[in-house]
Structure formats: structure tokens, C-alpha cells
């Protein structure tokens, strides 16, 4: 089973950096990273071997991932940002289920949220959001653990550049759409860095949040509470409100050589309020 990995990347050579070393590393699987690079000065291609880098002026991240998924040959694709990156042998276990469960047409998995220096903060499992809280609220999906059979986006499922900050929710909202075929595990596959630059700090998401919620043909905004109440409920039933003890292997801007373990990191469940940095 092949994957592809597509990487939308620009002025961020060193979080890069760590992305593709986690993408290189996978075992047991066949992947192509496609980098598609909006013309960061000075980047060197050959610097981010094995990374398939294409630099290519695009309108926004997500018009970059289109790009991506336009180069792409395997038949599961993902979508990993510069400050994302893969645990070990993730890509590994995710084929296994995609494998045994041929019917399977995407898969759901947790994320770990990291400080800058790599230090794991917070475990957030996965659990399938219902449309209505999606379409009102936030998938409360992680992109980078999300992963998809390339046969869907040959069908139409696609990112939309018109969105700059909100897209990857809008692509699983559209995702959830068009299959009921979605397989959540209960493993971790991928960690999110608070570099203090994310897209999601930008005061415009909000703008686009709410510009989603009120356009025709979405629920009412009066079912923006209960679907909250609701999805609270359904974590805490399905136990993704517990904090995990596990070790995370990552790199790190310490150490982009190699991975540094973090053992036995007892993680919240929890999105971090404060001290997401040192």
C-alpha cells in the first residue's frame, strides 16, 4: 500500500525539516512526500531529500495541498503542515486497518500536542464529530491525522482555497459528506507543535468560523449549544477524556538528526489554555 504525504510549506524551512525526517523514517509501507513550497527564498530542494519538493507560487495552503494531491500516486493520501509530524511506524499501523478492512474509506486517528522544544503536552483521541457540531462548531478533527483513499478526491473531494484559515474543516466536513465509510482508532498517529506562529493563532479564523456557520443550507445557530453539550458527552463516554501515559518519540529543532524520546509522558486530555510554550 502506497501513500502519499502532502506537505504545503512556506518560511518554515526548519519545522519542515522535522516533518519530512518523520515522513522518511516510516516502515513497512511505500510513501512519496510531495512538498508543494509557495517560493520560500533561498530553499534548496535537494536539502529536504527524500521530500518530492515542487516550489510553485499558489493561492493559500490550501490551493498548495490541491496541488499535491494533483502530483499524487498512492492510494492514501494526508495532509501534514510543517509544524506536524508522523510518531514511528504510524503509516504502518494505519494501513494495516485500511488493509484488513477493505470497505474502509478513511481513517481517524489521535494527535499529540507538543510545546516548541518537543515536550508532549496533551493526548487528544480521536472520536467522529456529528455533522451538525462540525458544520456549527469544529470537526474538533486534527488534519494530520486523517487519512483518506485518493480514489475520493479523483471523485471531487477536494480542499477550497477560498478558505485560508478553515479549510482542512471544511474538507472533512465534505469528507463526512460524501462516505459514512470512516474507521476511528484508537491510537495516536501524529503530533501538532505550538511553534507560536500556527494558523490557528490568526485572529481571522474566527471570521471564517463564523462566515461558515451562517451560510445557506447550514444548520440553524440555534443547535450550536446542544451539539457542544452533546459532543462533550460523547467523549467523555468513549473515555477520550482521560489523560494517557505513553512514550513519544519526536523530532525535535534540538535534535533534528534522530529522535528524542520522551518516556512515559503522562498527557491531558485537554486543549492546553496557557504555557503551550517554555
Avoid at 74 to 96: F, K, M, S, T
Avoid at 122 to 142: D, E, F, K, Q
Avoid at 178 to 203: L, Q
Amino acid at each position: 500500500m502506497k501513500f502519499s504525504i502532502i506537505t504545503p510549506s512556506f518560511r518554515q524551512p526548519e519545522w519542515l525539516r522535522l516533518c519530512v525526517a518523520s515522513v522518511a523514517d516510516q516502515q513497512g509501507v511505500q510513501v512519496e512526500h510531495l512538498v508543494q513550497d509557495a517560493g520560500t527564498p533561498g530553499l534548496q530542494p535537494a536539502d529536504f531529500f527524500p521530500a518530492r519538493m515542487e516550489i510553485k507560487p499558489d493561492d493559500g495552503m490550501y490551493d498548495a495541498i490541491n496541488h499535491g494531491l494533483d502530483r499524487a500516486t498512492g492510494e492514501i493520501c494526508a495532509h501534514l503542515n510543517c509544524d506536524e509530524q508522523y510518531l514511528p511506524e504510524a503509516l504502518q499501523r494505519v494501513a494495516q486497518i485500511f488493509e484488513a478492512e477493505p470497505a474502509t474509506d478513511a481513517v481517524l486517528a489521535g494527535t499529540i500536542l507538543t510545546r516548541d522544544d518537543g515536550t508532549p503536552i496533551t493526548c487528544r483521541r480521536a472520536i467522529l464529530p456529528r455533522p451538525t457540531y462540525a458544520a456549527l462548531v469544529n470537526s474538533g478533527v486534527h488534519s494530520c491525522s486523517v487519512f483518506w483513499r485518493r480514489r475520493l478526491s479523483q471523485e471531487g473531494l477536494r480542499f477550497d482555497p477560498a478558505w485560508k484559515l478553515i479549510g482542512d474543516a471544511a474538507f472533512f466536513l465534505e469528507l463526512m459528506r460524501r462516505t459514512s465509510r470512516i474507521r476511528v482508532v484508537d491510537f495516536s498517529t501524529s503530533a501538532f507543535t505550538f511553534t507560536g506562529v500556527n494558523m490557528g493563532d490568526d485572529p481571522r479564523m474566527v471570521d471564517e468560523a463564523i462566515r461558515r456557520r451562517t451560510m445557506p443550507g447550514s444548520p440553524p445557530e440555534w443547535l450550536r449549544l446542544p451539539s457542544v453539550a452533546l459532543h462533550r458527552v460523547r467523549r467523555f463516554l468513549a473515555g477520550a477524556q482521560r489523560p494517557t501515559t505513553m512514550d513519544v518519540a519526536l523530532y525535535t529543532l534540538a535534535g533534528p538528526e534522530k529522535r528524542t524520546l520522551f518516556a512515559q509522558s503522562t498527557l491531558s486530555a485537554h486543549w492546553p489554555q496557557t504555557a503551550c510554550r517554555r
